[in-house]
């Protein structure tokens, strides 16, 4: 691996000082994808500055604004959290599909959401729960509606020396449901094929849809939203038919490319089938 400094600071002061260092300055939570990526030469590195003995960012808990989550937050943590809590079945759901119990245990959310594979696991979760990133740098703060976080494969909008600080993700209502589910070949330790986050919220009296939110993993450059299925479904009476129609509906919001792990109609197919699927887990977490 070529050689990097390496600093562990104990204060978001301190760290946000040290990545406005000049230079390819990175931040590492858990690093599971980063230190592969060094080694591999898939990114560089002068200074690696370690995120995870920042108090402020290994922080998990609900407040009045929801749930925030804090950068170096360990998936096991957030799993184990939101287990316990309620909520965000999706995001509890996701969390423990991250590679392995020992990858669960070092990876955060906060370096899931920074990596921006258009595969990650926990995105779809967080943009179902419609999450906002807070990110600080030696300049200030910004909170960004994670849907615009994301700039392409592996590329977010954060600059050079801004950070994710934490992530929070709104109250839901009551009667909301969520759901996470992906499609890998293996059972474990693989990249989803494609992977469907879907959040309803239903008046219990009508079964009519007040909200939906659906997101979608590895069909497109970044985690999109599928807008005109949740459009479609927003008013409707939910049944196993206006299901069936918003799962076909939201495969036009895949662009999918074919590789080694699946066709782009391999891919759109699986979009129609996971989406049918988490929407009727919603239905039965509802009932
Ligand atoms: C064997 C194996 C299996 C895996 N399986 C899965 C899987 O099933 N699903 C899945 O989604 N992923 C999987 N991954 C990928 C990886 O584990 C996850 O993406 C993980 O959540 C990354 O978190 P981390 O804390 O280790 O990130 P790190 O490696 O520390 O960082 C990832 C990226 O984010 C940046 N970063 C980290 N923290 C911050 C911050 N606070 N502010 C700004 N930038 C930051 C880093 O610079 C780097 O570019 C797997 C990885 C391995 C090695």
Redesign the pocket.
């Known amino acids: 691996m070529p050689n990097f400094d390496y600093e562990a600071p104990t204060s978001l002061a301190e760290a946000l000082e040290l990545m406005a260092r000049p230079g390819e300055v ?12 060094l080694k591999n030469n898939r ?1 560089n590195a002068d200074l690696v500055v370690d ?1 995870k003995r920042i108090p402020q ?1 290994s922080l998990i808990e609900t407040n009045g604004a929801g749930l925030r989550i804090g ?2 937050v360990s ?1 096991t943590e957030v799993h184990k959290f939101t287990s316990e809590s309620g909520g965000y079945p999706a995001l509890t759901e996701s969390t423990e ?4 119990v020992h ?1 669960q245990n ?7 959401v ?2 921006a ?1 258009p ?4 995105i779809p979760s967080l943009l179902i729960h419609e999450a906002i990133a807070h990110t600080a740098s030696a300049s200030g703060e910004r909170e960004i509606p994670l849907i615009d976080f994301f700039a392409g494969p592996g590329q977010t909008v ?1 600059e050079k020396g801004e ?2 600080k934490e992530v929070v993700l709104p109250t839901p209502s009551e009667n909301t449901a969520s759901a996470y589910l992906r499609f890998i070949p293996r059972n474990e ?4 094929v494609a992977g469907v986050g879907s959040l309803v919220e239903v008046d219990p009296s009508t079964n009519v849809v007040k909200k939906a939110r659906i997101a979608l993993a590895s069909v497109a450059p970044t985690p999109v939203r599928a807008y005109t299925a949740e459009e479609y479904l927003e008013g409707k009476e939910i049944t196993p038919e206006t299901i069936n129609e918003a799962a076909n509906i939201a495969v036009q919001s895949a662009v999918p490319i074919t590789d080694v792990r699946g066709s782009a109609e391999y891919r759109k197919e699986l979009v129609k089938v996971l989406t049918k699927r988490t929407l009727n887990i919603c239905m039965e977490r509802l009932a």
């Open positions: 990175r931040a590492l939570s858990g690093g599971t994808d980063i230190i592969d990526q990114r995120m960012l950068a170096a998936c599909l991250v590679g392995s990858i070092r990876a955060s959310v906060g370096g899931n920074c990596n594979a595969s990650a696991d926990t954060l950070i994710l330790m693989d990249i989803a």
